[in-house]
């Protein structure tokens, strides 16, 4: 894994579109989404955005860090995104990063580790449970139909 550069934005941006419409088709980037999105996750010092590179290509991306628990004076961990392109997939890339990343997270003193994985997303919940994650709520969300 490689930080993502200042200088590679549109790389990113480019390939996260490309993930968050594999999990949402009706995926439409907001104009506050691409002037913010990147430019939020690299001021903040306790996000890392990783590329996951394969031979000399890369293969996606890792976002992961850490976040002020809601209620108590301790940080959780989090693992925000993993994608891997379709063409490297099925090669342990996903697994080999996100173990570089827990590991990475643990370093850093979190009370736990925490993720979501979008319903349906039968693949990637059983990497998840391969690496000691267990199912804990559901969460459900209420979109504001554009008010």
């Not at 549109?10 to 439409?28: G, I, N, R, Y």
Request: aromatic residues 12%; contains cysteine; proline residues 5%.
């Amino acid at each position: 894994m490689t930080p993502v550069m200042p200088s590679e934005r549109d790389e990113f941006l480019s390939m996260a579109v490309a993930h968050f419409s594999e999990l949402d088709p009706s995926f439409q980037p907001h104009d506050d989404w691409k002037k913010y999105y990147f430019e939020i996750i690299l001021a903040n010092p306790q996000y890392f955005l990783r590329w996951i590179v394969s031979g000399e290509q890369r293969a996606g991306f890792i976002l992961f860090g850490l976040e002020k628990h809601r209620f108590l004076p301790r940080k959780t961990g989090n693992i925000f995104e993993v994608y891997v392109h379709p063409t490297f997939r099925r090669r342990g890339l996903a697994k080999a990063c996100a173990l570089e990343a827990i590991r990475e997270l643990w370093r850093l003193g979190p009370s736990k580790i925490q993720l979501e994985v979008v319903e349906g997303r039968t693949a990637a919940a059983a990497l998840w449970q391969s690496l000691g994650f267990r199912k804990v709520t559901d969460r459900m969300v209420l979109d504001g139909g554009g008010r």
